[in-house]
């Protein structure tokens, strides 16, 4: 059953026109149209400025399309915008920026009670020191984060929080914005398997994305790959490995040396 569904979405930005006063529009989607089963993951494959971030905040309603629509569990959010009331904590995002993410004037511990006390019933506030210790624990994060800030933690550390705070709203939907592009090799490693552990013990749906060739291809059930605002390729992860078809994914993968050149 699909939890979302994206049909001929448009979307453009103002831009300065050059050499010209006044501005113009630039195409940034052109005519999207997807779905995420629940509990599947799907990547979103591209580069820089092909549009993925922008479809990310179009479902997010961080950024509102021109035309097409949204639905998620059979509901409208977009034309139908006032219906995200109802779903809002539902879908949830992960950012690039871990250091973004937090409040550096909140210690972890406010930050996560903040997180459950926007969602949770009042009635179950006693609750609240078990739920955080239990969710640091399925983010591999020991109790003695609760009494610092965000400046005393690694990168790494402050985007399990990240993720510790997501984790307390219980999404149905969780985009990944390039998470760990502002990390090490092994730590973005660690998070994403991490992430894909406890996509297994939750049960929700992943959209991941990213320009990552091989983080993509490892993390997700189905790859779409977008190329100037545009789907080129929306296959399962081994059919785009094993028989890439357009030009553009035969680039990617080559050039992350999982092709071999023609």
Do not use: W
């Not at 459950?116 to 955080?132: A, M």
């Amino acid at each position: 059953m699909s939890i979302l569904e994206v049909k001929k979405l448009h979307c453009s930005f103002k831009v300065q026109a050059q050499g010209l006063f006044g501005k113009q529009r630039k195409q940034v989607l052109d005519g999207i149209t997807f779905t995420v089963q629940e509990n599947e993951t799907v990547g979103i494959l591209g580069e820089s400025g092909s549009g993925k971030s922008t479809i990310a905040r179009c479902i997010t309603g961080l950024q509102h399309p021109d035309s097409g629509t949204i639905d998620f569990s059979g509901l409208n959010i977009f034309p139908e915008t006032g219906n995200r009331k109802s779903i809002i904590r539902k879908i949830q995002m992960l950012f690039q920026n871990h250091t973004a993410s937090l409040n550096p004037r909140m210690s972890i511990r406010r930050s996560l009670l903040e997180a459950l006390q926007y969602q949770d019933n009042p009635s179950n506030r006693e609750n609240y020191e078990k739920k955080i210790l239990t969710v640091l624990e399925s983010t591999n994060l020991s109790r003695d984060v609760l009494d610092r800030y965000p400046r005393q933690l690694s990168g790494g550390q402050r985007q399990r929080v990240a993720l510790a705070r997501i984790l307390l709203v219980r999404p149905e939907l969780l985009i990944l914005d390039e998470p760990t592009s502002a990390l090490d090799i092994l730590t973005q490693v660690q998070i994403l398997r991490l992430i894909k552990k406890l996509q297994h013990e939750k049960a929700f749906s992943l959209l991941y994305i990213t320009h990552d060739v091989a983080s993509a291809l490892e993390l997700c059930d189905r790859i779409i790959v977008l190329y100037y605002g545009k789907i080129v390729e929306d296959r399962n992860s081994s059919q785009l490995l094993n028989d890439p078809r357009h030009p553009y994914t035969k680039n990617l993968l080559s050039s992350s040396g999982l092709l071999e050149p023609a």
